[in-house]
């Protein structure tokens, strides 16, 4: 996240927990060295507004959606994992958006082959320090 942030990148986390963990998730983030950025969780309740709890999936595309029409002149790179649905979400994104999503990075937290179908046209990554490397070379596009 630092090499595309030196890139010019701008950065926002999303994440499908609930805000009522927020200090806990910043607290996280700054202990394990993540640059500081907006963290967009889910606001949970029974209003018009509220997100539900369990439409992790909708709620990533949301808010995707929500920033790609606040940053219109950027692309983006998607950085997920592959413990849940970020590989689908982010295939619904680039589906979308082809123009605007410069690469998919994928967490193998699941061991999973590459070769699985749910990572098509995706990249695979075994740690941050493997991610972060990649990134330095260039790989990562321009915003």
């Given at each position: 996240y630092h090499a595309l942030r030196r890139k010019g990148w701008p950065i926002a986390f999303v994440s499908g927990s609930p805000v009522n963990l927020?200090?806990?998730?910043?607290?996280?983030?700054?202990?394990?060295?993540?640059p500081t950025a907006p963290l967009l969780l889910k606001r949970l309740g029974s209003g018009e507004k509220d997100d539900s709890?369990?439409?992790?999936e909708t709620y990533k595309i949301?808010?995707?959606?929500?920033?790609?029409?606040?940053l219109p002149r950027y692309r983006f790179v998607l950085i997920g994992d592959s413990?849940?649905?970020?590989?689908?979400?982010?295939?619904?994104?680039v589906k979308s958006h082809p123009d605007r999503v410069v690469s998919v990075r994928i967490h193998n937290v699941?061991?999973?082959?590459?070769?699985?179908?749910?990572?098509?046209?995706q990249t695979l990554f075994s740690s941050y320090p493997a991610l972060a490397q990649t990134l330095r070379k260039g790989s990562g596009g321009r915003p």
């Open positions: 927020h200090t806990r998730i910043d607290r996280f983030l700054q202990l394990n060295g993540f709890l369990f439409a992790h949301k808010q995707i959606h929500r920033l790609m029409t606040l413990g849940e649905r970020d590989p689908e979400v982010y295939r619904s994104i699941t061991k999973s082959a590459a070769a699985n179908v749910r990572f098509a046209g």
